[in-house]
């Protein structure tokens, strides 16, 4: 019992360790809202990290390479707008 | 007024002792007082050096590895005795007890006293603290007076001393008289013989007491300290005590013991009438202790003596023990057992007291009831009769039992211990004999109803900690915790005032110590503030940790006083320590200081600045301003390079104690600044400034032990200047170093060999200059036989010399010595040896010339040959080390050297056998070199000749140096031919002796690996068959090196014998062997390509045998690691095997099979294998449920793998269906890879994460990608 209780803590501990390192972990009780944030994040951190894939995102958007990097990361701070009301469970 | 004397006798004998402990010098050892013949602390280190840091540091880490139970991990794999059978005890020790292995100066701990607790003024506010609490002012107060006493007592003593010498013209016996009055009127009438005897065992009571400055006025005398044994109770004022309800066993708590006290013993009776009987009475203790003062308190305290068998003595304190020591003449057996007492004395005396018992005479009553009524009569005893009434026949006539003179059923007395432990109730552990004072209480099965609150709650606390103390780890870790947990509602008092006693105990062992101390830290955490009043008691019982000679326990020690200050506060801990600093006692000073280190190693070292700044100035006492500059050595020690930003402020605080008026203040300032400076090293040389011109005025002015002390200081500030300055102050101090290279002072030596050391190795000093001023000198004080003797002397000399030599060159420092390598006296030889070796280590053989080198040889193989001692490996090294370095220029001497080794291969010691062995295996390299090779095939056949040694040790050696041989000459030109010399090894590797099956092994491997054509396959066959035994090595090494072996002969002799070999082998029951067969074939698939090996292996899969499929199941795993993308041609050949293997019932099967498609899957990657990779990914997918950890574990590493060869986005399609699954356990599993996945490949998800439908609010999608040009 007690073993168990301290076992659980244990992992959950690592848990914490882990998501402190890496934001993008997620866990049983994530919400679609919380994956799709760090999904979004991800990947407009990947389009401004790999510069051909920007450089093809400012041709089809017909913007400067600098202003496509800059809306990249202002839509990095809400990517997917506020977070909805948290349902009373 | 005979007692007076007495105790002034003492008085001085403590000042002279303590001064002597203070002095540099190591205290003097009593050998009356621990046996003088041989003694069990040879090989000791009688005293922890005082002053000097740094010997603890060179000197004496291998002794006290040595004598510690803890041992370092691969350190003990050479020690641990490996053999398999007949080792009973292997690795485990007995537990040792603390005080069996301290010195005199540390079990000095146990005569110090756990003061009540302290008045916490930060808890009572502006408050006046209650008149019964004592305050910081109290604690002072008792220190000052406790300080006037013992001058007052030492200027009595000085007075006496005076009168004395000048009675000196008196016979001499005066000294003894004084002792006692007993050993006077011994001395008449008692024999030569009896005289001996006595002063041996008045060496006992006579001890002088070496801490007279106790406080033992504020005494909370803990039970169980046999020092209160001691003589100096005598000076113990009951005036003075604070009576504290704790302490049960104490001294004057029982003044009311009824008339059986001694104290209240009538004159007449013994004490004053046994002189006359002297002669024939057997010796009683002879003490100085005041009558007045006597109480059982010393029995109460020992383990079970005759009087005190009731243990109860603890805890039913007013009764005294019964026919004691100090009532009734003591039986023989009793006198000198005022310590622990083994069970065989124990019985002894109870068997004795039986007898006088039954032998006492009758009574009228016993009489009447034993004879019939008529038929006898009472007679008249003869008018001659006259009963015995002096006393001294008295003594001599059974003592009447004190106790019921009649035999009666005895009261039952549930308290009571017997002879057998009675068994703990309620689930509590085993109770030593030891542990009753402290424990006893438990045995009481008194209602707990009936108890007070109070009570209930010290019993409680009693229970965890003997649980704690002696429990098994499950109840000692409940119990740890429930402390832990209820610390705050136990309250500190009851708390320490359980633990603290118990760490006093004298019979303490290391594990019971770490236990308890253990508590204390968990205990301390919780009660925060409220251990203020306590942490002085805290203190006295830790502080002694800091000096053990255990590294562990040392940072145990430091880890609590740094919890402590945290927890109390500076202002607390000052409060606490700063009563102490001037302390009478160095001991109590000694530990003070460390203890303050660590405060400040806690608190910063600029909190307690000012404190020091203020100590270190002191008027009022020398001690207290040594103190303070020791507490700054110590922290220079503690922290190193921490003290950088301080370094000024700590150096302006300790300099004016360069010119203090007590020379022991200028000792320990300088030996602090060379502590400071050797701390700031290689910085920090400005912050010395102020103190260069002291020092350098004070080297010219001092002699003596501050010489030596600002020599040190000198030496290590050396080192931190530029380099101009460094050579006009080495030549500046060089010339008082070189007047005392003559000094006689052993402490001196050291230092001045450190320093020139350290001088030597600056960079402005010159090779010239060293030469033609150090060098003469250097070499006529410190080369003689005379530094050899002393292990440090040697050590230091040799690091000296070899420094000096890196600045001058070898041939300047190896001409010096090389004629004395034909020295008379082994132990010079061998330093001279060492000196040489790491000189020619260092520096090569280029400069030695070849007058030089005649010389070397010449002397080398003299000390060699002439080595007596069992410490052989200096001389073979050093052998070694020339040999290696003069190269191509040993060809000449070669012969010489291998008629001298064939002359001792055959020689009737082991060790000269070994020893020649090993030093063929040195020097082959260079026999090659010298093109010798027909020398080193004669060896060769020499060696082989021997390989019928017997002893285990020697033929590893010679295995050894037919294995240098073989390698440098190779196969085809070795002598004796390879094929003979194999067959008579196969017989050695049955050999179960670790050395010889690692040289053997080696051999073997070597020979198969470059010559196995040499050598018929029927021979290898024979050889596999003998390696499946070496697979149970105990050591890494041989199972390694009998694995490649395996590799080797399958490439010499072809795969398929060696392959049914070790399938069969896979069989067997034992798993190491296992193990190790599957890793065999493994490298044997390696060697030989794995489809040589594949059919027949996967062929074994369809033996019904657990065992045997996971065996192969292994070798297959091991196999795709070991051929990484080799793997890509057999990928489909063993897929239907791991399917079938993947879908066992069985986990291992499953476990096993998944790291095999690990290794595949991570093989193959990017070779096209997706396909059957997809296939296999769906037979482990199933198991990620599962819950043993070694399968889950293999699982989620096959996931890895899959990742690695099939990309991301293959395994976070098999994830989505899982990530939002209703059952949580689902959820958990699948986030889990989720997050193992995201981790190895983030970027490459973003590509194929699941296109998400927008809701009201919310963008979920991403609309980016999906533009297109």
């Known amino acids: ?89 | 007024m005979d007692h007076m004397d007495a105790e002034i006798a003492k008085t001085q004998e403590e000042r002279r002792k303590m001064e002597e402990v203070a002095m540099l010098t190591s205290v003097t050892f009593d050998a009356d007082l621990y046996g003088g013949g041989p003694d069990r602390f040879e090989g000791y280190e009688r005293s922890i050096p005082v002053t000097d840091e740094e010997e603890e540091a060179d000197g004496d880490r291998r002794d006290i590895a040595r004598r510690m139970a803890s041992y370092t991990g691969p350190k003990s794999l050479n020690e641990l005795p490996r053999g398999s059978e007949g080792e009973d005890d292997s690795g485990f020790k007995k537990p040792q007890r603390i005080i069996d292995r301290e010195d005199d100066y540390r079990r000095r701990r146990l005569q110090r006293i756990i003061s009540p607790e302290r008045n916490d003024p930060f808890a009572t506010g502006e408050a006046t603290p209650d008149p019964t609490v004592r305050t910081y002012a109290d604690v002072m107060r008792e220190q000052a007076l406790q300080r006037q006493k013992e001058e007052l007592l030492k200027e009595i003593a000085k007075k006496k001393e005076e009168e004395k010498s000048k009675a000196a013209t008196e016979p001499a016996p005066a000294a003894q008289k004084r002792r006692n009055r007993w050993d006077q009127s011994q001395e008449p009438d008692g024999g030569a013989a009896k005289k001996a005897k006595t002063s041996s065992v008045a060496s006992d009571w006579d001890a002088p007491d070496s801490t007279p400055g106790i406080g033992r006025w504020d005494a909370t005398p803990t039970p169980g300290r046999v020092a209160d044994a001691t003589p100096s109770v005598s000076r113990r004022n009951r005036w003075d005590e604070t009576p504290t309800p704790g302490r049960l066993v104490d001294a004057d708590a029982t003044p009311a013991a009824g008339g059986v006290t001694p104290g209240a013993t009538p004159a007449g009776m013994t004490w004053d009438a046994t002189p006359k009987l002297a002669g024939l009475a057997t010796p009683t203790p002879k003490r100085q202790r005041s009558r007045w003062d006597e109480t059982p308190a010393t029995m109460g305290s020992a383990t079970p003596l005759p009087g005190a068998v009731t243990p109860a003595a603890s805890f039913t304190p007013g009764v005294t023990p019964v026919g004691g020591v100090d009532l009734a003449t003591p039986t023989p057996g009793a006198i000198n057992l005022r310590g622990a007492m083994t069970p065989e004395q124990y019985n002894l005396l109870r068997w004795e007291r039986d007898i006088e018992e039954r032998n006492r005479p009758l009574t009228d009553e016993e009489l009447d009831a034993m004879f019939p009524q008529e038929g006898y009569k009472i007679l008249d005893p003869p008018a001659s009769y006259v009963p015995i009434r002096t006393p001294a026949r008295k003594l001599l006539a059974t003592p009447t039992p004190l106790g019921t003179p009649l035999y009666a059923i005895p009261e039952e007395n549930r308290g009571q211990q017997f002879d057998i432990p009675k068994e703990a109730p309620g689930g509590l552990p085993f109770m030593k004999q030891e542990d009753y004072q402290y424990f006893g209480a438990l045995l009481n099965e008194e209602e707990e109803e009936q108890l007070s609150p109070e009570e209930q709650k010290e019993r409680k606390i009693m229970k965890l900690l003997l649980k704690v103390k002696n429990g098994t780890p499950p109840q000692r870790k409940t119990a740890l915790r429930q402390l832990t947990d209820k610390a705050r509602e136990f309250g500190a008092g009851p708390l320490f005032n359980k633990i603290l006693p118990l760490l006093m105990q004298p019979t303490l062992e290391d594990q019971e110590r770490h236990l308890l101390v253990k508590v204390i830290d968990r205990v301390l955490y919780k009660l925060d503030e409220l251990v203020r009043p306590f942490v002085h008691k805290i203190l006295v019982v830790i502080e002694p940790l800091l000096i053990d000679e255990d590294y562990y326990a040392r940072v145990e020690g430091r880890e609590i006083i740094s919890n402590l200050s945290k927890a109390a506060g500076l202002a607390t801990m000052i409060a606490a320590m700063r009563p102490d600093i001037d302390n009478i006692d160095e001991y109590v000073r000694n530990t003070t200081a460390r203890a303050f280190s660590v405060v400040a190693s806690a608190l910063g070292i600029p909190a307690l600045l000012p404190f020091l700044k203020a100590v270190c100035q002191s008027k009022k006492s020398w001690q207290a301003r040594h103190t303070g500059i020791k507490i700054v050595q110590q922290i220079a020690i503690l922290m190193g390079c921490a003290v950088l930003p301080h370094l000024r402020s700590l150096v302006e605080i300790i300099e004016h104690g360069l010119s203090d008026e007590n020379q022991k203040v200028r000792t320990i300032t300088a030996l602090s600044l060379a502590a400071l400076a050797e701390a700031a090293a290689p910085y920090g040389i400005e912050s010395f400034d102020s103190v260069l011109k002291p020092l350098w005025k004070g080297i010219r002015s001092h002699r003596g032990k501050v010489l030596a002390a600002f020599l040190k200081a000198i030496g290590f500030i050396i080192p931190l200047m530029d380099a101009v300055y460094a050579s006009y102050y080495t030549k500046e101090v060089m010339i008082i170093l070189i007047r005392e290279f003559q000094s006689p002072d052993e402490e001196m030596k050291k230092i001045v060999l450190k320093v020139v050391k350290q001088c030597v190795s600056t960079e402005g000093v010159e090779a010239d200059y060293i030469r033609n001023d150090i060098l003469p000198e250097f070499f006529r004080n410190f080369w003689v036989r005379r530094m050899a003797l002393d292990r440090r002397n040697y050590k230091q000399l040799v690091d000296t010399t070899v420094e000096i030599a890196n600045k001058v060159g070898v041939a300047d420092i190896v001409g010096r010595i090389v004629e004395d390598l034909k020295d008379e006296s082994e132990p010079y030889r061998r330093m001279v040896m060492e000196t040489i070796e790491k000189v020619v280590a260092n520096l090569g053989a280029s400069d030695i010339d070849a007058r030089l080198e005649e010389l070397l040889i010449d002397g080398i193989l003299y000390a060699f040959q002439e080595q007596t001692s069992d410490d052989a490996n200096v001389m073979l090294n050093g052998f070694g080390a020339v040999v290696n370095a003069l190269g191509q220029r040993v060809k000449p001497y070669l012969p010489q050297i291998c008629g001298t080794i064939k002359w001792r291969l055959n020689n009737k010691s082991a060790k000269v056998r070994q020893q020649a062995a090993d030093l063929i295996a040195r020097i082959a390299i260079v026999m090659k070199q010298c093109k010798e090779e027909q020398l080193m095939g004669h060896l060769g056949v020499v060696l082989y000749e021997y390989l019928g040694e017997e002893y285990p040790e020697v033929l590893g050696s010679i295995l050894g140096a037919l294995k240098a041989i073989v390698n440098v000459i190779g196969m085809t030109k070795m002598t004796p031919p390879i094929k003979d010399l194999l067959p008579r090894l196969t017989p050695i590797l049955k050999n179960r002796h670790e050395k010889v099956q690692e040289n053997c092994i080696d051999l073997v491997g070597r020979i198969a690996d470059r010559g196995a054509e040499f050598v018929p396959a029927r021979e290898w066959m024979r050889i596999c068959f003998e390696l499946l035994e070496m697979l149970k090595a105990h050591k890494k090494g041989i199972r390694r090196a009998t694995v490649n072996t395996f590799g080797y002969i399958a490439k010499a002799i072809g795969p398929q014998d060696v392959l049914a070999t070790l399938l069969n082998n896979l069989k067997v029951q034992e798993r190491q062997n296992r193990v190790c067969t599957t890793v065999a074939i493994a490298i044997v698939a390696e060697t030989c390509s794995p489809f040589t090996v594949l059919p027949a292996l996967m062929n074994e899969y369809r033996v019904p045998e657990l065992n045997v499929q996971n065996g192969v199941l292994k070798s297959l795993s091991f196999l795709f690691e070991y051929i990484g993308e080799m793997g890509k041609d057999y990928i489909y050949a063993v897929t239907p095997l791991l399917e079938d293997a993947l879908m066992d019932r069985d986990l291992v099967h499953r476990q096993t099979a998944a790291s095999a498609v690990k290794h595949m899957a991570l093989g193959v990657a990017g070779l096209g294998c997706e396909d059957a990779l997809v296939h296999l990914l769906n037979y482990v997918w199933p198991n990620i449920f599962e819950t043993s950890p070694h399968v889950i574990n293999a699982v989620m590493e096959a996931i890895e793998g899959m990742r690695v060869a099939l990309g991301a986005a293959v395994i976070l399609n098999y994830c989505l269906q899982g990530l939002f699954h209703p059952a949580r356990k689902v959820r958990e599993v699948y986030w889990k890879i989720y997050n193992s996945l995201y981790i190895g490949s983030q970027d490459a998800l973003v590509a194929a994460y699941p296109t998400l439908e927008d809701e009201t609010n919310n963008v979920y999608s991403r609309p980016e990608l999906v533009m297109f040009i």
């Open chain 1, 1 to 89: 019992m007690d073993l168990k209780a301290s076992d659980r803590f244990n992992i959950n501990s690592q848990l914490e360790h882990l998501q402190a390192k890496y934001v993008g972990t997620g866990h049983a009780d994530l919400s679609r809202f919380e994956w799709a944030v760090n999904i979004q994040r991800d990947s407009y951190a990947s389009y401004i990290g790999h510069y051909p894939i920007l450089a093809y995102f400012a041709v089809a958007e017909n913007e400067s390479i600098g202003r496509e990097r800059y809306n990249f990361m202002q839509k990095m701070l809400l990517p997917c707008g506020l977070p909805p009301e948290r349902e009373e469970d």
